[in-house]
């Protein structure tokens, strides 16, 4: 009768030193989870809208990341991966190049990668581009003369209206001047 007494109780304490273990236990990667690396801003912004797709995607992070297996998917709105080259980080930045044929719409920024407490951490962002990235398609010789017809009217204009400010100017001065002359006789006796 004693011997089950006694383990009976040891029984209750090995449940209460079990239930205990298991608060430690879960209450582990909870403080754990405050440690890990966050994204503080994306370029471009979550959501924002771009005039061109852009060149670089970037995340700076509120610590270094550790330089493996780092992957950022720059998907379009196909959900094709137009992300050129491996992920560079270099301090809190990671950037992933992007590639010039890019086309418009919305993309999802897909990245994953391991947080300095040795975490993987992942996450997304959205961002709208209107026009496709042609930094390196455009023709060399059409450029210049689109440039240049594009620059001479208002060349003219700003011309024109820099000789009327001048003249506007010599008008207002010889206005002065000539009141000046016409008052300094009386003010100065
Ligand atoms: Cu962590």
Not at 7 to 36: E, Y
Not at 100 to 107: L, M, N, R, V
Not at 130 to 143: D, I, M
Request: glycine share 6%; proline share 6%; aromatic share 4%.
């Amino acid at each position: 009768m004693k011997t089950t007494h006694r383990s009976a109780s040891r029984g209750r304490l090995a449940q209460c030193l079990l239930i205990l273990a298991t608060t430690a236990f879960l209450m582990i990667p909870a403080a754990a989870a405050q440690a890990h690396d966050v994204p503080e801003t994306t370029d471009p912004a979550n959501g924002s809208a771009v005039r061109t797709v852009p060149t670089k995607i970037g995340l700076t992070f509120n610590h270094t990341p550790l330089a493996i297996g780092s992957v950022v998917r720059v998907e379009d709105a196909t959900g094709t991966d137009q992300a050129d080259g491996p992920v560079a980080i270099v301090d809190n930045h990671v950037t992933q190049a992007v590639k010039t044929s890019a086309p418009e719409g919305k993309y999802t920024v897909v990245w994953r990668v391991v947080s300095s407490d040795g975490h993987p951490i992942e996450g997304t962002f959205t961002f709208t581009a209107s026009a496709t990235n042609t930094a390196g398609t455009a023709t060399p010789s059409a450029s210049p003369a689109a440039a240049a017809t594009g620059t001479g009217l208002p060349t003219e204009l700003i011309t024109a209206a820099g000789a009327v400010l001048v003249l506007v100017i010599v008008f207002v001065m010889r206005a002065i001047f000539v009141k000046r002359r016409l008052r300094s006789p009386e003010s100065d006796r």
